[in-house]
């Protein structure tokens, strides 16, 4: 009960870091191919062999030149400065640095101190890997865009997540083969299951979950609250600081959340309803996300299905 509780919690707050950030950021090494020569012909004689080592060796030397060109340039220093920005008031530092010849590495860290222990990191390493599998095809295509806009030959984004003393809390490797986990099942005890989904909302195990959501929340600047309408869980998060958004249509404002937050939130979402089933025994209608603003004012709302 308590994984299944601990990864809810994570899954909704990391969907807040990844919407904030648009890239996702998570790390941890998967197996990656080595850079060798397919060419075994038996004809291929050793003076052969060595002119196609040569010109492998040649390839790497040239691919981690111009990795550690991009890495000393100021696109990559812009990259970075953006993304702490955007991270600013959520907790959160980003780094990104590379390993020669062909990986880029994100890493994130909380500056505050999150839900992690001793006792929960394999809930923790769950609930990560689950959420940004749910996001690979992200970072695959991110890969494609380096390689495309800064002509590099880039085979590897590795996304590392580490908690405010330095533990790693998860890590990871994505590839252009990148294949999501197939288990993705929580390894907790069996949940209660309840009638409806109204029941589940005046439970135990919700107060739990908000609790926790909300203070890992809490230095982001926003707040979360769970209700439901009929069979529709409701995702409800306020910002506890007023938003200045003049200048800004409703127009605007939708077009920022649907292009930042909402593919975010679709991949989350989608494991949600899985879970809901699974661990509680609810058939979900739909979940609805909602921001405010901190006077009340909708900014942004959309069904799932909508998404």
């Known amino acids: 009960m308590k994984k299944k509780i601990l990864a809810m919690a994570l899954s909704l707050t990391l969907a807040l870091g990844l919407a904030a950030c648009g890239s ?6 998967v197996d990656r191919e080595s850079v060798t020569s397919t060419d075994d012909r038996s004809s291929e004689d050793s003076s052969s062999k060595e002119e196609s080592s040569s010109e492998e060796e040649s390839s790497a030397e040239d691919n981690s030149s111009a990795l550690s060109d991009w890495y000393n340039g100021k696109d990559r220093k ?3 400065e953006t993304i702490n920005k955007m991270f600013e008031s959520s907790g959160i530092t980003c780094s990104i640095s590379v390993e020669e010849p062909d990986t880029i590495i994100y890493t994130y860290q909380y500056t505050t101190e999150t839900l992690s222990n001793e006792s929960n990191k394999d809930a923790i390493a769950d609930a990560l890997r689950s959420s940004l599998d749910s996001q690979y095809q992200t970072f695959v295509d ?11 030959s880039v085979k590897t984004l590795r996304v590392t997540y580490l908690d405010s003393d330095g533990a ?3 890590t990871v490797d994505f590839t252009e083969d990148y294949v999501p986990s197939a ?3 929580s390894t907790g005890s069996a949940s209660q299951e309840y009638a409806t989904l109204e029941d589940w909302m005046n439970s135990e195990e919700q107060d739990v979950i908000v609790s926790a959501v909300n203070s890992s929340l809490e230095s982001s600047g ?11 869980m409701v995702m409800d998060y306020t910002y506890t600081e007023q938003q200045d958004l003049s200048g800004l249509s409703q127009e605007d404002i939708a077009s920022v959340f649907d292009e930042q937050v909402a593919p975010t939130f679709s991949g989350m979402v989608s494991s949600l309803f899985e879970s809901f089933e699974t661990d509680y025994g609810l058939v979900l209608d ?4 909602i921001f405010r603003n901190a006077d009340g004012t909708e900014l942004y709302s959309k069904y799932y299905s909508e998404l």
């Open 286 to 289: 739909d979940i609805k996300l």
């Open 24 to 29: 996702p950021q998570v790390s941890g090494p």
């Open 142 to 152: 991110e890969i494609k865009n380096y390689n495309d806009t800064y002509d590099l």
């Open 78 to 80: 812009a990259l970075e």
């Open 222 to 232: 926003l707040a979360i609250d769970f209700y439901a309408e009929g069979n529709v």
């Open 183 to 185: 288990d993705n099942a």
């Open 168 to 170: 790693s809390l998860y």
